[in-house]
């Protein structure tokens, strides 16, 4: 199984961007797919996540009412869309896929992206 992350870039403080995630799997049904993000020295942090075969989708507080994630079941492909970016959003943003439910803890996470670089500047 292989992630692959990208649509990252530079953005002004306000702007958004588009995150994509391709899954070279057969089907996504049964999983999770989620996004991370992770600034250097520091922790991976959960963002969000979407359990494909509700669309259920999950926020961390601080990005909830600007990111929304999204799901392609005919590209096996997960979006997030975000908006109203700030300079704590500055990060490395991972994409993985885990099993039918959805968590923010990384090792319920068996597969991982390589990262897109996301810059936010003032």
């Known amino acids: 199984v292989q992630l692959q992350a990208s649509g990252g870039g530079l953005v002004q403080t306000g702007g958004s961007l588009r995150l994509s995630c391709a899954a070279s799997?057969?089907?996504?049904?049964?999983?999770?797919l989620a996004w991370f993000r992770q600034v250097s020295g520091k922790e991976r942090d959960f963002v969000a996540a979407i359990t494909w075969s509700s669309g259920r989708e999950y926020y961390a507080n601080s990005v909830k009412g600007r990111f929304t994630i999204s799901g392609d079941s005919a590209k096996n492909t997960v979006y997030l869309q975000m908006n109203s970016l700030k300079a704590d959003d500055t990060a490395v943003y991972y994409c993985a896929l885990g099993g039918g439910w959805a968590t923010t803890i990384i090792r319920d996470y068996t597969y991982w992206g390589r990262g897109t670089q996301v810059t936010v500047s003032s």
């Open positions: 799997v057969r089907t996504l049904r049964g999983s999770t």
